[in-house]
């Protein structure tokens, strides 16, 4: 009995998470029979559910809402608002009253008859009829499932990972063993399997971002509701898969994120339709993956972050000096939002005002791995992204060595590797200091930090900077950097972690365990005393840029026909291999699609037949094209003297640098041959279309689509209206008329150039 | 059924381990130290593709540190998801205990006193109970 009501109560749980979505869309749109249908059953149920299990209470809830729900279904009645609130308030209601069941609460019944009576509103007959018609036919079919417990999961996944782990030591002993074809063939076979259990079992940790996206139709809703604001949720990719526990990791944060661009982001409808905007703000939500990572951007149409308000904010609190609010970029003002105690809204208010600020949620994001990014425009919006790596278990990190110890340190961690040779240390006391590029960075000796004996001179050491999460850089020197790899990382046992170093222990590919730093951990350890703080930090690598200002920061690489060239780092986002089948030529230029956006493709005259292109990705701050090449050589700072070339092109010039002639990429060139036109964030105008004429859709939709208009939704304000002869128009419409006959009103439907010229004027005529 | 009983020899004294607790024994292959822990921590090994945290049990008694080179016996203990193993100076029979173990009547020397459990009889001699799990814990716990 007890096991059929744990399902009972899991199982109206998720039938209640997954309904919220569902009736936000109902109270959208009241006749929408499908969504009704969708709450009628999920009350149904629990009324069924709850005789059998004899729970009086919620019994009686449902039954009640049931009944209303079945008026609405038989015409009698009209969804109205009231009853779509009191709809809502009864499923939370059996929401809270299934959660107190789980954890043997009580709750208190006193408000059940409230509930009850504010659904028998008015019953009204005559106009149910009209609201309830015209559903949308669309037919869900539910997968079939299973209920697992969670720990048997992470048992498997636990089994699993020791599996591979056994695997990698046989693999050693094989190697070492004489060779024996036919046991290769069966080992072979196993690590196969191996693979494919490990996968399918990784697969069953991932879960939809979809999950996490559920509830976020009903917070806006709430939100928007108690602060008389009107939002419109797009969710966009909750396809996307994510491990369970990174799903809940990411859920605080998130829902922080969306508060706060609904309480400080987007303003009140009055102040929006003053700025010229829609009365009703548009919250976009969306993830993509993007290599091991997933991006999950939440972007608000508000009045942006001001930027100069939070220079003050940052000042009156003593945070930052007079003198450093004069240097800040506008995106550095942007960033203080994650300072710790700083918040745009003068008041405290009971949304986002909970002393829980972006710095938490920075510092949650970083904790997991993850990356959190603001950008912020005036009165255009704000977009916050959040990067974390997919899985929490298998960690991509470094292998160095202290003396001959192999330690590993996380990738996220490392901010770049540099030899000691090339750097300048100095020791002041005890201490020592790296200054590279104009910073000085703390310096901590991993051998020294461990006690291990180490023989290896400090300038044949490498220095591998740290950014610890929510901590400032340092450098470590280390004996020697190995590898790149992936690591099945474990928790250690607390005698081990409580020497403070430590985030926990993995095996090597010979069978050795190896440690894994902590690298805030390590600056604990070494007592690392921070004296510049962040903002300090940003102004003094500000500083140190105008300095060298006529250096420039180069990427040199070779390109797929082996020539040597550069280009300058900071237009490099990131380097990616990319699938040969990604690559495509269309619409006159080669193109590359890269996590779910294509890219013109440059570097290469034709796609690879098969295997992986290697491809920079370059960005001008707002297009992006991708650059293929064979192989990166070096970066290097230098001053160049540059031989120009003789005609503009691909190539600005060529510079010896150590001894070789390399070609300078001219990244302007390069944009303005590639990068996709019209790709400028203003808005597009929308244009509305007659709905339901195949022309239309067919032929002229393209077509005003390729000038750039985008085209309305049903029901949604258009900037123009494109109207056929017989259809009505609001009066106040921007109206466009076509024709489809040969004389009449309006503009002949295959009159290309009269009816782009019309739309310009009428587009004129929407902003004068 | 009478408990099983791990004989083994331990800072030059035979003492008995709860089999139950005791998943088995092991030579140790190496072991990587790990700098920084708690002071009875010998550092890590590798068993079958885990990772073991290795447990000097002369530390674990505050009576100095085992032979490095010399001691590679030791015992597998599980203990809280993790695994350990004990450096033990030799292993040497697994037997059925006479009967229940009986409380201590007096105090069996410094070190000892934190770890043991009782007395206990088998094939007619006495042995001194040793809780493996207080051994891991180490001598820091019993501190604090």
Redesign the interface.
């Known amino acids: 009995m007890d096991e059929l009501i744990n399902d009972f109560i899991a199982e109206t749980r998720d039938m209640a998470q997954a309904l919220s979505g569902a009736i936000v869309a109902w109270e959208a749109a009241p006749g929408d029979r499908e969504r009704l249908d969708e709450i009628f059953r999920f009350v149904h149920t629990v009324k069924g559910n709850c005789g059998f299990f004899d729970l009086p209470r919620l019994e009686q809830l449902s039954h009640a809402a049931e009944g209303a729900l079945a008026e609405v279904r038989a015409g009698s009645r009209v969804a109205d608002t009231a009853l779509v609130n009191a709809v809502l308030a009864i499923i939370d209601r059996i929401g809270e009253l299934v959660q107190a069941l789980e954890t043997g609460e009580s709750l208190t019944s006193e408000d059940d008859e409230q509930l009850i009576a504010a659904l028998s509103g008015p019953a009204v007959t005559g106009q149910a009829a009209e609201a309830t018609a015209a559903p949308e036919p669309e037919t869900k079919r539910s997968l079939r499932s299973i209920r697992l417990a969670v720990d048997l999961l992470d048992r498997m996944m636990n089994g699993v990972s020791?599996a591979?782990?056994?695997r990698?030591?046989l693999a050693r002993r094989l190697r070492d063993a004489p060779r024996d074809v036919a046991v290769e063939a069966a080992f072979e076979r196993v690590s196969a399997c191996i693979a494919e259990i490990r996968d399918g079992i990784t697969r069953t940790r991932m879960q939809r971002i979809d999950s996490l996206f559920s509830g976020l139709p009903r917070l806006v809703r709430d939100l928007a509701a108690d602060l008389g604001k009107q939002v419109r949720l797009q969710a966009d990719g909750g396809d996307v898969e994510l491990d369970r526990e990174m799903i809940e990791m990411i859920r605080d944060p998130l829902t922080h994120i969306v508060r706060n661009a609904i309480d400080h982001g987007i303003e009140s409808p009055d102040e929006r339709v003053a700025a010229g905007k829609k009365p009703a703000g548009t919250l976009k939500v969306s993830a993509r993956q993007a290599g091991n990572q997933i991006l999950i951007e939440v972007a608000d149409d508000g009045r942006g972050i001001d930027g100069d308000a939070l220079v003050r904010k940052a000042r009156a609190a003593g945070l930052i000096s007079a003198e450093q609010a004069d240097r800040l970029s506008p995106a550095q003002k942007i960033a203080l939002v994650f300072m710790p105690s700083l918040s745009t809204a003068d008041a405290v208010t009971a949304i986002s005002g909970r002393g829980v600020g972006m710095d938490v949620v920075r510092a949650n994001i970083e904790r997991i791995g993850g990356v959190v990014d603001v950008d912020s425009r005036p009165s255009q919006g704000v977009k916050l992204c959040i990067r974390v790596p997919l899985t929490l278990t298998i960690i991509p990190a470094l292998t160095v060595s202290a003396g001959r110890?192999v330690f590993a340190v996380p990738r996220s961690a490392i901010d770049e590797i540099l030899r000691v040779g090339a750097v300048r240390i100095d020791r002041v006391g005890a201490a020592e200091v790296a200054t590279i590029r104009d910073r000085r960075l703390p310096l901590i000796g991993l051998s020294a930090l461990?006690?291990?004996d180490c023989q290896t001179p400090r300038e044949e050491q490498k220095l591998v900077l740290l950014k610890p999460a929510g901590g400032e850089v340092y450098a470590l020197a280390v004996d020697a950097v190995h590898d790149h790899e992936e690591l099945v990382v474990?928790?250690?046992?607390?005698?081990?972690m409580?020497?403070?170093?430590?985030a926990g222990?993995?095996?090597a590919d010979d069978?050795?365990?190896?440690?894994l730093l902590d690298p805030s951990g390590m600056a604990k350890?070494a007592g690392i005393n921070f004296v510049e703080n962040e903002i300090d930090r940003a102004l003094h690598a500000g500083a140190a840029e105008a300095e060298a200002a006529r250096e420039t920061s180069l990427l040199l690489f070779r390109t797929l026909d082996g020539g040597r060239r550069a280009v300058p780092v900071a237009v490099v986002e990131r380097i990616e291999d990319v699938a040969a089948d990604a690559i495509a030529f269309g619409a006159g230029k080669l193109r590359v699609s890269i996590g779910g956006r294509i890219l013109p493709l440059a570097g290469c005259a034709s796609a690879p037949a098969e295997g992986k292109l290697r491809v920079l990705r370059l960005t001008d701050g707002a297009a992006e094209i991708a650059y293929g090449f064979a192989e990166v050589i070096d970066i290097r700072a230098l001053v160049l003297d540059l031989q120009p070339a003789p005609a503009p092109g691909e190539i600005a010039g060529v510079a010896l640098i150590d001894g070789a002639q390399v070609e300078l990429i001219d990244t302007h060139w390069l944009f303005a041959q590639h990068a996709d036109a019209g790709r400028d964030d203003a808005p597009a105008p929308i244009c509305a279309l007659p709905e339901g004429d195949p022309w239309i859709d067919n032929l002229l939709r393209p077509l005003i689509e390729g000038l750039g208009y985008r085209v309305a939704r049903t029901g949604e304000a258009a900037d123009i209206v494109i109207a056929r002869e017989e259809d009505e128009v609001p009066a106040d419409a921007n109206v466009v008329r076509i024709r489809a006959s040969a004389e009449g009103q309006g503009i002949h439907r295959y009159d290309r150039a009269a009816l782009i010229g019309a739309l310009a004027a009428a587009k004129g005529r929407g902003h004068g | 059924m009478a408990e099983l009983l791990l004989i083994g020899r331990l800072a030059g004294r035979r003492v008995a381990f709860p089999a139950a607790k005791v998943e088995g024994v092991v030579e140790l292959e190496?072991i990587?130290?790990?700098?920084?822990?708690?002071a009875?921590?010998a550092g890590?090994?590798?068993l079958?593709?885990?990772?073991?945290?290795v447990?000097d049990g002369l530390a674990a008694l505050d009576l100095g540190r085992a032979d490095e080179a010399a001691a590679r016996g030791a015992i597998v203990v599980p203990c809280?998801?993790?695994t350990?193993a004990l450096i033990v100076e030799e292993v040497e029979d697994v037997v059925e205990a006479a009967g229940p173990p009986a409380p201590l009547a007096a105090p069996v020397g410094a070190g000892w006193d934190r770890v043991a459990l009782g007395t206990v009889e088998a094939n007619g001699e006495l042995f001194l109970l040793v809780d493996p799990f207080l051994l891991?814990a180490?001598p820091a716990a019993h501190a604090a």
């Open positions: 020791d591979v782990l056994a990698n030591e110890q461990l006690g291990i474990k928790p250690a046992a607390p005698a081990v409580a020497a403070g170093l430590y222990t993995t095996l069978g050795s365990p190896i440690l350890r | 190496g990587t130290p790990a700098p920084g822990a708690a009875h921590v890590l090994s590798a079958r593709s885990r990772v073991l945290t447990i809280d998801g993790h350990y891991i180490g």
